[in-house]
């Protein structure tokens, strides 16, 4: 982007605004990028999930690293279900990988989506072995058995999932 101005002074002015504003951009796009990379800890706080640079699971004492499940630039989305299993959904271009792990990070098996993964966000368990997953564009909210490993059910726009 260029500016010209006939005035140095003007020019002079607009440069020094725009140098000190550089740093509080930056410094509010690295706050909005921490909350969302905020670990997520498991339901007794034993393992934590944590997004630098994929997903990583980590002891939620000392946060040791206990497994990499997902290395990726890309944005993820992943959660912990009640037996301990983790969920990690992961965009694949133009596809949405669903992949599951043990309690332990050791991998059970992975379930491609034929989705677009726009507004990806693994949900919450609505059932033992089932998790609602989100997307956003097109909103759409899919509720996928990890036993079986597909969509058992797509809901309406506007439908929550009800727990059960």
């Not at 930056?26 to 393992?47: K, M, V």
């Not at 133009?94 to 792990?101: C, E, Y």
């Not at 997953?133 to 929550?160: A, H, M, N, Y």
Request: glycine content about 10%; hydrophobic content about 45%.
């Amino acid at each position: 982007m260029f500016f010209f101005f006939n005035d140095t002074a003007t020019t002079e002015i607009y440069t020094l605004s725009l140098h000190d504003a550089l740093p509080i951009s930056r410094n509010l796009l690295f706050q909005r990028g921490a909350s969302r990379e905020r670990p997520q800890p498991d339901a007794d706080g034993a393992r934590i999930l944590t997004r630098d640079g994929g997903v990583r699971l980590r002891d939620g004492a000392t946060g040791a690293l206990l497994a990499t499940l997902v290395e990726t630039a890309l944005p993820v989305s992943a959660r912990f279900v009640a037996d301990g299993r983790i969920v990690v959904g992961e965009a694949a271009g133009t596809r949405t990988v669903l992949h599951v792990f043990a309690p332990d990070g050791t991998p059970l098996g992975d379930m491609a989506v034929d989705r677009v993964p726009m507004g990806l966000a693994v949900g919450p368990e609505v059932a033992p072995g089932r998790v609602a997953v989100f997307f956003e564009f097109p909103t759409e909210i899919l509720i996928v058995d990890l036993g079986k490993r597909r969509v058992v059910e797509t809901l309406p726009p506007g439908q929550r999932p009800l727990r059960g």
